[in-house]
């Protein structure tokens, strides 16, 4: 009897990922879920800069890398071509939330019927751990090593609470994947905001509360337990915005 | 081997592009090689408006026109800026009622019309721009109605054909003053 | 035959984009090109495509960016600032070898400039489009009619070698009507195995990308992109010569400026000056064995531009520094007139005496 396989939305490159980094079960429950809705042969998804710009070896899909922050107006460039493919993006919150903020906004803007997939781990990672537009007040990173001044940086950027006052954007759910029940929570939703697409619903994005240990400087399991500490309450978990049931009853 | 290079000069919104667009179709409907271009910027209404319009038997070379043969001066400034810039020889042709001034130069052929009196006087506020293209066809190649419409017909979309008998009319107006 | 119909440059641009068929046009509003923009809001929703008026040149780049993963027909156009903007997506594009159609109908620079007709992004078309070691091929319409013929042969170039196909057109290109005739046979576009189009569960996946973090690896995709470019500069060069054949002056002037410099050289020669110009079509590949065979017989090169001499630099290449040389420009919309050209031309047959 099989317990356990790949899902074959997955390829078997090995993930570069570090120890304790939740990138990997973020790619396992969107494969799960191609998998499930049937999907792989014509989902094209958008690759990001940043931790997981090399998504584009792991999915088994065709797989476009974007440049940086640029992913939702390629995915309304393969949508708009191709509007029976499924377009999805993964993206980090440097790429969507700060160099990318605009191509968010818009793409949501104009109910691209897209599916973003938002990795809020409140840093960057791949350049070595420098603020990110959601790091913490206080937090300290490469670039804010006396802590992040709110005073002199601004604060995090709340993005499914921002994007709840765009009327084109459909659904808006923020999930994190620290603890079994926060990873089935957070795969409903990612499935709801495919399936949304596939129904042709419009604008989904999920916001992943994620760790990275390393940058953090914490082992993985305290960075599971920071995640709980210090993440959830400034980013309350929850559904931000769901037009897609009135769209059932109409 | 004749060029004639035409500069329609006056304010936006007297339908200077419009009137240089019709001199150029009617030069392509007589097989004529054309070229019109507009001043462009941000002045859509009530700024200065120009365009430059070349109809020749040989193809054109630069489409801008520096020394005009024909000037069409709608407002006082475009008749200050570019008077002395018509060829020696060449024709200027005056908005009477919009310019109280008359044109210095001797070496240039001048002819003055009231065009945006007539127009408001006939009930075409819109049209002083035709009047005088009806002027110029009379006064520089011999008016005939009936290649004056085919070349309307061109310029006017077939949509606001209800256009045609007006403009003409105004033309009309322009050739016989 | 087409009946010939009196167009705007930016119209027949448009509108021969969708004879070629491109069918996803992506904007961002900016003079002297708009008209671009206008044109295919107005079409493309009743031919069943797509224009979209995007947040920003960034974002419309990037969304040609993904039509072109997809493998279909895709275009934006925008003026020098824009383009500007739009460089780090012409590195991308060129990066993942991906097709596509830019338009840049140039103003005047640096900075925000005017709006006025400008040659001045030369160097950034032919050279320095964006970051990385890449080349895009620049065509440069000098009528309205090329305006369309270009646009035509700017979709089947970029297919054919996989590359960003660039019009360098400027403001009065973009602005002037001239008597243009629409009448084209197509080729059909080639196929394209390597498009993100879906698997279809029937292949491997398909990766649009241009990120190699192998060294190697990446040189390796550079070298081979060069050889592409280096069989273009063999095969793919246009220009016209004009009066070239017993000329001792060769003007080199491109778009709006060969247009003047025609009128001058008319007028030379009526002064019995032996003077003819070089036309290049394509400022890269830049025509450089008709310049090179030219300096066999001319003493001086005249380059005519609405540049402070940016092509003069390849001029010089072209003929390795042999012969005498002589800018004649204007620039921040100012255009040279046919009298500054032909006094440079008196000045070069001076010069010789």
């Not at chain 2, 110029?136 to 005939?144: A, C, D, F, R, S």
């Not at chain 3, 500054?340 to 005496?353: F, P, Q, R, S, Y």
Request: aromatic share 8%; net charge negative.
């Amino acid at each position: 009897m099989v317990v356990f396989e790949k899902p074959h939305a997955l390829t078997d490159v090995p993930l570069h990922y570090c120890p304790g980094c939740t990138h990997g079960i973020v790619h396992r429950l969107v494969a799960e879920v191609i998998d499930e809705l049937g999907i792989e042969g014509k989902t094209i998804g958008i690759a990001p800069v940043g931790c997981s710009v090399m998504a584009y070896n792991y999915f088994n899909c065709d797989m476009i890398e974007a440049a940086h922050g640029r992913a939702p107006a390629v995915a309304t460039g393969v949508k708009r071509a191709n509007p029976e493919n499924i377009v999805f993006t993964y993206q980090g919150d440097g790429d969507l939330a700060s160099i990318g903020m605009a191509e968010t906004v818009h793409s949501a803007a104009r109910n691209e019927n897209i599916t973003i997939i938002f990795i809020n781990n409140a840093i960057y990672g791949m350049t070595g751990g420098q603020m990110a537009p959601t790091s913490l007040p206080g937090q300290i990173t490469q670039t804010s090593p006396y802590g992040r001044d709110t005073d002199h940086c601004g604060f995090p950027i709340k993005v499914c609470e921002m994007l709840s006052q765009v009327d084109g954007a459909q659904y808006l759910e923020r999930v994190a994947v620290n603890n079994v029940k926060n990873v089935k929570n957070a795969k409903k939703a990612i499935k709801k905001a495919f399936q949304n697409q596939v129904e042709g619903k419009g604008f989904s994005l999920i916001e992943v509360i994620s760790t990275c240990p390393t940058n953090w400087g914490l082992t993985p399991q305290k960075a599971l337990q920071w995640v709980d500490e210090k993440m959830i309450p400034y980013y309350p978990l929850g559904v931000y915005k769901d037009n897609t049931a009135e769209k059932e009853a109409e | 081997m004749a060029t004639t290079q035409y500069l329609f000069a006056g304010f936006g919104g007297q339908g200077i592009l419009f009137s240089g667009k019709f001199i150029a179709y009617k030069g392509l409907t007589e097989d004529k090689q054309v070229s019109w271009l507009p001043s462009y910027g941000p002045e859509m209404r009530g700024g200065t408006a120009s365009c430059s319009v070349i109809v020749s038997d040989t193809p054109v070379g630069s489409p801008i026109v520096s020394k005009p043969d024909v000037l069409v001066a709608m407002n006082l400034p475009s008749l200050d800026k570019y008077e002395d810039s018509v060829k020696a020889g060449g024709v200027i042709f005056v908005d009477s009622s919009l310019i109280e001034r008359k044109v210095n130069r001797t070496d240039v052929t001048v002819y003055y019309i009231p065009a945006t009196k007539l127009a408001s006087d006939n009930q075409m506020p819109t049209l002083a721009n035709m009047i005088i293209v009806g002027k110029i066809l009379k006064e520089l190649g011999g008016y005939n109605e009936e290649t004056v419409m085919s070349a309307l017909k061109k310029v006017i979309s077939a949509k606001r054909a209800d256009m045609l008998e007006i403009n003409l009319k105004a033309m009309n107006i322009g050739a016989e003053n | 035959m087409a009946d010939k119909v009196l167009m705007k440059g930016n119209e027949a641009i448009a509108e021969a984009a969708i004879i070629a068929g491109c069918r996803h046009y992506f904007g961002y509003p900016i003079t002297p090109q708009t008209e671009i923009a206008a044109y295919m809001a107005k079409r493309m929703p009743k031919i069943g495509g797509c224009f979209l008026q995007a947040e920003s040149e960034i974002a419309a780049i990037n969304m040609v960016y993904g039509v072109a993963s997809t493998g279909l027909r895709v275009m934006t156009s925008s003026s020098s600032p824009g383009i500007s903007l739009k460089g780090e997506g012409l590195s991308y594009l060129a990066g993942a070898d991906l097709p596509s159609l830019v338009v840049n109908v140039q103003r005047g620079g640096p900075g925000l400039g005017g709006i006025q007709p400008s040659q001045s992004d030369y160097f950034q078309a032919t050279k320095a489009g964006g970051h990385g070691d890449f080349r895009m091929l620049v065509l440069a319409p000098a009528s309205v009619q090329e305006m369309a013929d270009l646009t035509i042969k700017g979709f089947e170039l970029a297919d054919k070698y996989r590359m960003t196909s660039m019009i360098l057109a400027d403001g009065t290109m973009g602005q002037m009507m001239e008597p243009v005739a629409l009448d084209y046979d197509v080729k059909p576009m080639p196929e394209k195995p390597w498009a993100t189009t879906g698997t279809k569960m029937e292949r491997e996946h398909n990766i649009v990308n241009s990120l190699f973090l192998q060294p190697d690896a990446l040189e390796k995709s550079n070298l081979e992109r060069y050889e592409r470019y280096k069989y273009i500069e063999e095969n793919e060069v246009m220009y016209e010569e004009y009066m070239m054949d017993d000329a001792e002056i060769c003007v080199a002037a491109f778009g709006i400026a060969s247009r003047v410099a025609k009128n001058a050289i008319v007028e030379a020669r009526k002064q019995g000056i032996k003077v003819g110009m070089i036309r290049p079509i394509t400022l890269w590949p830049f025509p450089t064995k008709v310049f090179e065979k030219a300096a066999e017989k001319a003493h001086t090169f005249i380059s005519v531009e609405l540049s402070m001499g940016q092509m003069l630099e390849d001029v010089k290449l072209a003929t390795k520094c042999k012969g005498e040389y002589i800018l004649c420009s204007r620039v921040g919309g100012m255009i040279p007139s046919p009298e500054e050209v032909l006094a440079a031309i008196e000045k070069a047959n001076g010069g010789a005496k």
